[in-house]
């Protein structure tokens, strides 16, 4: 065990997982349990699975072609909100239908507020806000008829025809 052990407190725990995230190529939740180990805290996978979620992080695929975990500071700093915007579209939109002035996304589970969170840093004129579950967002657009087109807005930049 390591001498300068972290106060094992909720807080200082998820500190320190965001700290591991971005500092170093985490792939999983038992990777990051043995960091977390030699720093001196102990977590279950459960702890750390709510951890993950709590904080933000989701799993990307990085420069090697690996899924790691990261966080929303990774992500804004390498890429605008416009880039990050169309890639996570890419890698975590399912689907998109819209109705009258509201968009709704599906995601994978846990993925709606990470998404979200890229979808309202984006100044996007077209739409109003969002709000977000565990897999679905709704997406409120500024026209009263332009749900349709604010799906297909999505479905562009997740094909990588932005706007």
Do not use: W
């Not at 933000?56 to 909100?81: P, W």
């Not at 890229?118 to 009263?144: F, Y």
């Amino acid at each position: 065990m390591s001498s300068h052990a972290v106060p094992q407190t909720k807080a200082a725990r998820q500190a320190l997982v965001r700290q591991l995230i971005e500092t170093a190529a985490v792939e999983s939740q038992t990777q990051l349990a043995a960091m977390l180990e030699q720093q001196g805290l102990h977590a279950t996978q459960a702890t750390l699975s709510r951890d993950l979620v709590e904080i933000g992080a989701i799993k990307v695929r990085n420069a090697d072609g690996r899924l790691t975990y990261a966080t929303q500071a990774i992500l804004e700093s390498i890429e605008d909100t416009g880039a990050r915007l169309n890639r996570l579209c890419a890698e975590l939109l399912h689907s998109a239908a819209g109705s009258a002035n509201l968009t709704v996304l599906r995601t994978p589970e846990g993925a709606a507020q990470f998404l979200a969170m890229a979808i309202d840093s984006h100044d996007d004129p077209d739409l109003l806000g969002t709000v977000a579950g565990d897999d679905t967002i709704i997406v409120i657009a500024a026209d009263p008829v332009g749900g349709e087109r604010l799906a297909q807005k999505f479905l562009d930049r997740a094909s990588g025809l932005t706007h």
